[in-house]
């Protein structure tokens, strides 16, 4: 008797399954969307680029010479899209893995005539244009819009510092006798800062150039503005 109330419960839950979640399936099966679930749809929604990007202000001006000893001002860039950072060729720190991370999004854009790269030297006294040179040619550059820029200390430092309030300074305490920001300026064809927004809704300001998600996420914004 026992076991007969037992089959008769089982055949009653797989009647139940067969009338509510049998037609869901089919349904799925039918719009081609079996493995399209609420939470891989959430998933892949929250993974899209927003193609307004933020507009911070105009990126500040600047005139310095290049490794070539020839003047580079902003204007130089003037209708291109560009990466600008501060950096010097000596530092043991992250410099190298900023280089690194540049290189990484020139290859990116390598032959865009659109695009360019600015690489402002804080140790200017060491980092001539020779200096700067040799160290361009070390990493490999290949993209003739990728200029290393120096010039006088105090007015680069004001540049990093009170310009893009992007934190530069020198202390006789840390390895390599500088400190600086590790993060990358993104500029428009316009000359304006741009950047996304965050998991919050804020502006970003500046990207990561030692994280890997920094360098995907700057790709993704020149891509965006190259295009504007």
Sequence with gaps: MLKNKSYIWISFVVLIFGI??????????????????????????????????????????????????????????????????????????????????????????FGNPNFGIVSISIDPEHDTSAVLKAHRELLGVKSSNWNFLTGDKTYIFDLSNKGFNLYAGQNSKVKGGFEHSGLFALIDKNGNIRCRKDEFGNPILYYDGLEKKGVRDIQQDIAILLKE
Excluded: H
Aim: glycine share 4%; proline share 6%; charged share 25%.
């Design 20 to 109: 509510l979640v049998v037609p869901e399936i089919v349904n799925r099966i039918e719009n081609n969307g079996i493995v399209k679930g609420d939470r891989l749809n959430k998933l892949s929604n929250s993974s899209k680029v927003d193609a307004n990007l933020q507009t911070i202000g105009p990126a500040p001006k600047f005139e310095l010479t290049n490794q070539d000893n020839v003047k580079i001002t902003n204007e130089t860039y003037k209708g291109k899209v560009y990466v600008l950072e501060f950096f010097f060729s000596t530092c043991p720190t992250i410099c190298p893995k900023m280089n690194q991370s540049m290189l990484v999004i020139e290859k990116k854009f």
